[in-house]
């Protein structure tokens, strides 16, 4: 990072804001895995003053003379420059900042408490008529944030443009159409093969064992536990306090295999990114959001969700990696796994069958729940569906995508955490995540033959060297559509992603 001084001085003022949101994402992940439900108040009250210091040293007048004269001395260096960008990106989330009133800010964060409470209580009865007062709070004040940080076409573009910068209603659309036509006949086709064998997933899986395989798997990706943990939370997520020290998370489930498992590998995936990131950048802007207000090394939630994606679903999910390591699965679980073969057990964890719940879908319906949940979200932010009508929207879309009758609120409308917290827009990430991962993976094993064969074989530092030379090292130098013009040539395409489901979920070649 720059050392001469305009811009060693705005270095050092967004590393003291770097410094504040990782203290925040500590107080955060403590939260969420040691934290007794006794100190939520507190906490909360902690971490919004901290938020709001980080907001202040930003926009303070050291950091706007520190920023005025960094703009000097970058005028004379190429349009590419590393300290260009770090200007840039300094400037562009004061303007943004300074767009959005103080006390929206503080009404938005204030009500996020009040509405999780509610929505929790909303899901426990299964009555959303509890939560709905709340959600139209929510909808009101992203409705005014939207206006305030600007949009041109619809005012969704300005919620999905914290999570996924450059997307917008439209180009979503566009995107899920395509999708759309091609993930409904695999489905279909899927839904119509014989039932396969899935009784072993839900025997009893002690929670110890279920716990050091998770740890062997997470290493065996390449997850450094020098500089990692890995611990117990009811959601589980992946949070980074610099790349010296990443956290993930899981959850077991005594009665069912696949949850923890899974779920491991995919915040595994997390954390490789951030881990990768290049040390130069650490608490500089390249590894903080400072629009978003968050300390992450990622560029975008849909480029971090490719990573997970990428681990759990291409290498974890895959036909080679049980043929190579169920054994190692086995010798933890002995008995309970004593009948299975590992083409059984591959079969199982990639049965398709359309449900309620999009975190346990499978990766053919997965895409739905995103698609189903994007277009009330606009609809909602265009004030073209009122809050009061969003169960029948809700339960109409899962009739209409995935054959289903939706039993109660519980498991439709209410299942989600994310409006309670004023996550607007952050849905679409989810899928651009599963488009992006397959993209890199065709791209990389065709800039590389030798990458496809390491896979197969169990051998996975040559594709974490391929992900943290093309992504990883990065940090949020570049955004996710130049991340991926500079790996794979072109911008994001969702060509690869059905080929490999195709591959994947074609009847015939579950069985091969
Ligand atoms: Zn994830």
Request: with cysteine.
């Amino acid at each position: 990072m720059p050392n001469n001084s305009p811009l060693a001085a705005l270095q050092a003022r967004v590393a003291a804001v770097n410094d504040v949101l990782n203290a925040i994402s500590v107080l955060t992940w403590d939260s969420r895995t040691m934290m007794p439900a006794g100190g939520a108040q507190t906490r909360g009250l902690q971490i919004s003053t901290l938020t709001g210091l980080a907001l202040e040293l930003l926009l303070s007048p050291l950091t706007e003379a520190a920023l005025a004269a960094a703009e000097q001395a970058v005028q004379e260096l190429a349009p590419d420059a590393l300290e260009r960008s770090m200007v840039a990106q300094v400037q562009q989330a004061v303007a943004h900042h300074r767009r959005i009133p103080a006390s929206l800010t503080q009404e938005r964060a204030a009500l996020r408490t009040v509405a999780q409470a509610a929505w929790i209580e909303a899901r426990a009865r299964s009555d959303f008529t509890l939560f709905a007062p709340h959600l139209e709070k929510t909808v009101a004040l992203a409705r005014r944030y939207a206006d305030c940080a600007g949009w041109r076409e619809h005012p969704y573009d300005a919620m999905v443009a914290l999570y996924e910068p450059g997307e917008t209603a439209s180009s979503l659309k566009q995107l899920f159409a395509t999708l759309r036509q091609g993930l409904l006949p695999l489905l279909a086709a899927a839904q119509a093969q014989p039932p396969r064998r899935r009784d072993f997933l839900f025997r009893d899986f002690p929670e110890a064992e279920q716990r050091s395989f998770g740890l062997a798997l997470a290493e065996k990706l390449g997850f450094d536990l020098q500089r990692g943990r890995l611990d117990t939370t009811v959601h589980p997520f992946e949070v980074s306090f610099t790349r010296e020290d990443v956290r993930i998370t899981t959850r077991y489930r005594r009665d069912y295999l696949p949850a923890s498992m899974f779920g491991t590998a995919h915040e595994t995936g997390h954390a490789l990114y951030e881990q990768g990131v290049d040390p130069a950048y650490t608490r500089s802007v390249f590894a903080t959001d400072l629009i978003g207000l968050y300390a992450v090394g990622g560029t975008s939630f849909g480029a971090h969700e490719s990573q997970s994606r990428l681990w759990e679903n291409h290498v974890v999910r895959s036909r080679d990696f049980w043929r190579l390591h169920f054994t190692e699965l086995q010798s933890h679980f002995p008995e309970q796994l004593a009948d299975v073969t590992p083409d059984e057990f591959y079969a199982a964890v990639t049965h398709a069958e359309p449900g309620f719940i999009r975190v346990e879908a499978d990766e053919l319906s997965y895409d739905l729940h995103v698609m189903l949940r994007v277009d009330i979200e606009c609809a909602l932010m265009d004030g073209s569906l009122p809050v009061a009508d969003l169960p029948g929207a809700w339960n109409a879309a899962i009739q209409r995508d995935l054959g289903l009758t939706v039993p109660n609120d519980a498991q439709g409308v209410l299942q989600d955490v994310h409006w309670s917290t004023g996550y607007i827009g952050s849905f679409p990430s989810y899928t651009i995540g599963n488009v992006m991962a397959a993209q890199l993976m065709a791209a990389l094993q065709a800039q590389d033959s030798t990458l496809a064969p390491a896979i197969q074989s169990g051998h996975y530092a040559p594709l974490k060297a391929a992900l943290g030379q093309a992504i990883w090292q990065h940090g949020r130098r570049f955004g996710r559509e130049e991340l991926l013009a500079r790996s794979t040539g072109r911008g994001l395409d969702p060509a690869p992603y059905l080929a490999y489901l195709q591959t994947k979920y074609s009847p015939g070649t579950a069985h091969q």
